[in-house]
């Protein structure tokens, strides 16, 4: 896909509120939509659907709001480019290079929830070099968010080592229990729930490696610590016996829980780490221990912390809540990734991200 010729400046000069189009209408999608149209300092500019059934829908009805907001789905990148946004929320389940740069250099700035941009030095480099041509071509930025990683393994632990004049470690361990998700493709064909021990393979934990791995890279650099390397260690718990959950069966003797570990080393020593605790619930023999869904922070050094930051409703309200947790630090982002110079920006280039919940 060639990148567009922009047709207007990247940053909008007035002072109007920002032009957002939504790109992807997935489960995170379609909070962030909701999210967009009630924001006091945004605007939908437009809506992109890689699902050809959604084309020609009113926003409103691909995210369940009753007004309708007059924009409409469509899978034509250049109907995008045409309304002008000042950004993309990019939100596919698998990110395009080639979408990307052309957005970019059409002038866009993107927020994206796809984890490739947490740290430019860990990009692939012939990667990394066309996104920054696009950039600068369009003068626009791009940023990558989110909850996990992003909130938890950035915004966080930067605010928890701003009382630290010595840091020996900062360990942070995500809980859930994921019994009542019903998400199928998901826990069983991508996290590997409910497959036979033996199938899972290194691959996983070279997937979850490559995707915290950056993301702890940005927290140590900007904790002065850069890291000389990042480990991912793993184990799994089996089911004791067949049992039901939300997205299907689990059956016995399968992968029930998974324990994984990644951890950024310097001199040897683990400086920052991340430990997901995921599990289908208490059909799962693990002998762990098992927090409540949500996450606890361990900070270790001159003003040691312990903190438990736990998700406070029931399981049952985990698929409606929880994308939230993802989406509303995208859409909140905005502002901040529209005024940055151009370039792939981090959260240590990007003021803090707040809510706005009101105009003045």
């Known amino acids: 896909m060639e990148p567009s010729t922009p047709?207007?400046?990247?940053?909008?000069?007035?002072?109007?509120?920002?032009?957002?189009?939504?790109?992807?209408?997935?489960?995170i999608g379609r909070r962030a939509l909701r999210a967009i149209v009630a924001h006091p300092e945004l605007e939908l500019a437009a809506l992109y659907s890689h699902s050809p059934e959604k084309h020609g829908l009113d926003a409103a009805?691909?995210?369940?709001?009753?007004?309708?907001?007059?924009?409409?789905?469509?899978?034509?990148?250049?109907?995008?480019?045409?309304?002008?946004?000042?950004?993309?929320?990019?939100?596919?389940?698998?990110?395009?290079?080639?979408?990307?740069?052309?957005?970019?250099?059409?002038?866009?700035?993107?927020?994206?929830?796809?984890?490739?941009?947490?740290?430019?030095?860990?990009?692939?480099?012939d990667i990394r070099i066309r996104v920054e041509a696009a950039c600068a071509v369009g003068a626009t930025s791009?940023?990558?968010?989110?909850?996990?990683?992003?909130?938890?393994?950035?915004?966080v632990p930067l605010v928890l080592t701003s009382i630290q004049r010595?840091?020996?470690?900062?360990?942070?361990?995500?809980?859930?229990?994921?019994?009542?998700?019903?998400s199928p493709g998901i826990l069983f064909d991508v996290?590997?729930?409910?497959?036979?021990?033996?199938?899972?393979?290194?691959?996983?934990?070279?997937?979850?490696?490559?995707?915290?791995?950056?993301?702890?890279r940005l927290l140590a650099d900007g904790i002065g610590l850069p890291l000389d390397d990042v480990t991912a260690a793993g184990e799994v718990a089996t089911?004791?016996?067949?049992?039901?959950?939300?997205?299907?069966?689990?059956?016995k003797d399968t992968v029930a829980a998974q324990r994984i570990t990644i951890s950024g080393l310097r001199d040897g020593h683990t400086v920052v780490s991340f430990r997901a605790v995921w599990h289908c619930g208490t059909g799962a023999g693990t002998g762990w221990e098992i927090r409540p869904t949500g996450w606890h922070l361990s900070v270790r050094g001159d003003a040691p912390l312990e903190i438990d930051m736990v998700f406070p409703f029931p399981l049952e309200e985990m698929a409606e809540r929880s994308p939230s947790y993802t989406a509303n630090r995208a859409v909140n982002a905005v502002a901040h990734v529209c005024a940055a110079p151009p370039g792939i920006r981090t959260v240590l280039d990007l003021p803090a991200i707040n809510a706005n919940l009101g105009r003045p």
């Open 191 to 216: 996290m590997g729930f409910g497959s036979p021990p033996a199938d899972f393979a290194g691959a996983r934990l070279d997937h979850l490696r490559d995707s915290f791995g950056p993301s702890l």
């Open 166 to 182: 010595r840091l020996d470690s900062l360990a942070i361990e995500e809980y859930a229990d994921l019994s009542q998700r019903n």
């Open 239 to 251: 089911a004791e016996h067949t049992f039901e959950i939300a997205a299907g069966t689990i059956e």
């Open 7 to 27: 047709t207007s400046p990247a940053h909008r000069d007035s002072g109007g509120p920002y032009r957002v189009a939504q790109w992807a209408t997935g489960t």
């Open 142 to 155: 791009i940023h990558s968010t989110g909850s996990s990683p992003g909130f938890i393994t950035e915004a």
């Open 61 to 125: 009805a691909l995210c369940g709001l009753d007004a309708p907001t007059r924009v409409e789905a469509t899978g034509d990148i250049e109907q995008i480019l045409t309304r002008r946004p000042d950004c993309v929320l990019y939100m596919p389940q698998n990110c395009d290079i080639d979408e990307v740069c052309a957005i970019l250099a059409g002038g866009t700035n993107i927020v994206t929830t796809c984890g490739l941009f947490h740290h430019p030095p860990s990009m692939d480099p």
